[in-house]
T-cell receptor, first 114, second 112 residues
């Protein structure tokens, strides 16, 4: 079991460019979460899927952020027209089923927007 | 409101002493309270959790207490070691269909 896999580990983009972050949850886990981690804001919830269906995207900045889960083995977080304030570590996590279970986090993608 | 407050933000203790971190939550429907440890450059990892049907849980030098009336829960690390130095996050979630809300974290430093 390789755990939750996130790629890339680091991504540097110029202001205004697009960034796509990838997450492969643990096989058999049906819930997939995206969080953003910064020093100032801590761990902020972005969005969550269950059995590939979007359940709650209340944490997503509406205009430039989107997330998909086209199949049970991967999810993507896309940020269009990246801004310096998007710089953060984006963490993907999965859990076995319902949300009231332990989260298994990936190592995150550190996004730097110059 | 559904905020989770965590204090202190920084905690410095002597090796061998105890460390305590406190969290409060607002949503009275919260029933699952995990604690995660994050070492520098690593991902957060669950170290202990407690559900609302319990008031106390203990495992390997970690004790979690839950006071549902006060909407407060706490982590106590006994006999701290240098390896306990890390960021610690509390979280809370309610029934199925909600996500875990995290506290702002506590940076624990265990000094010799």
């Amino acid at each position: 079991n390789a755990g939750v896999i996130q790629t890339p580990r680091h991504k540097v983009t110029g202001k205004g460019q697009e960034a796509t972050l990838w997450c492969e949850p643990i096989s058999g886990h049906s819930a997939v979460f995206w969080y953003r981690q910064t020093i100032v804001q801590g761990l902020e919830f972005l969005t969550y899927f269950r059995n590939q269906a979007p359940i709650d995207d209340s944490g997503m900045p509406k205009e430039r952020f989107s997330a998909q889960m086209p199949n049970q083995s991967h999810s993507t977080l896309k940020i269009q027209s990246t801004q310096p304030q998007d710089s953060a570590v984006y963490l993907c996590a999965s859990s076995l089923d319902i949300s009231n279970e332990r989260l298994f986090f990936g190592h995150g993608t550190k996004l730097s927007v110059l | 409101g559904e905020q989770v407050e965590q204090l202190p933000s920084i905690l410095r203790v002597q090796e061998g002493s105890s460390a305590s971190i406190n969290c409060t939550y607002e949503n009275s429907a919260s029933n699952y309270f995990p604690w995660y440890k994050q070492e520098p450059g690593e991902n957060p990892k669950l170290i202990i959790d407690i559900r609302s049907n319990m008031e106390r849980k203990q495992t390997q030098g970690l004790i979690v207490l839950l006071d549902k009336k006060a909407k407060r829960f706490s982590l106590h690390i006994t006999d701290t070691q240098p390896g306990d130095s890390a960021m610690y996050f509390c979280a809370a979630s309610a029934d199925s269909g909600t996500y875990q809300r995290f506290g702002t974290g506590t940076k624990l430093q265990v000094v010799p």
